[in-house]
């Protein structure tokens, strides 16, 4: 029996595994970014979210927005949160929502932050509640059916495409 080569051959096998594994992590760009690694990542995340990956769009919105790996741009924040919130992503309507509200990288909009709030609660997402509670009495009953009506005509749209 040759056990000095048999684990020779075990190890070897082991770290072509984890060599491997790790690689495949570094080229995945939302690992990266889950792992902090966002000048890494940023790159990739474009290139995965122009090819319409809402996971991406989201994660390269957030980057934007809190200046992760690259320059606190607002507008390309909401640009990105848009994508991926017409793309059904509960999270970047609520974040496109906050935007709309506070007037953070495009111009104040309550209805259309209701709008957006409307459609994260429509998809189940519990902060999205909170923020319709806050914004309701700054809105007409006209104001808010119109915004909902607006936003979800938006995604169906989004849908179809």
């Not at 075990?10 to 792992?35: G, T």
């Not at 990956?53 to 606190?72: I, N």
């Not at 607002?74 to 509960?90: C, H, I, Q, V």
């Amino acid at each position: 029996m040759n056990f000095p080569g048999r684990f020779r051959r075990l190890s070897l096998l082991v770290l072509a595994v984890a060599l491997l594994l790790s690689c495949s992590e570094a080229e995945d760009p939302l690992a990266l970014f889950k792992a902090g690694r966002y000048h890494q990542a940023h790159g990739r995340l474009q290139l995965l979210a122009n090819q319409g990956s809402r996971e991406a769009q989201y994660a390269l919105a957030t980057q934007y927005y809190l200046g992760l790996g690259t320059r606190r741009n607002l507008p390309e924040a909401a640009r990105w949160y848009e994508e991926a919130a017409l793309s059904g992503n509960a999270p970047a309507q609520v974040s496109l929502g906050i935007l709309y509200l506070n007037g953070w990288g495009m111009k104040r909009d309550h209805a259309k932050a209701f709008g957006w709030f409307q459609a994260a609660a429509d998809a189940g997402n519990p902060r999205a509640l909170h923020y319709l509670a806050v914004i309701t009495d700054k809105l007409t009953p006209n104001q808010m059916t119109v915004s909902r009506d607006q936003v979800r005509a938006r995604l169906r749209q989004s849908r179809a495409r």
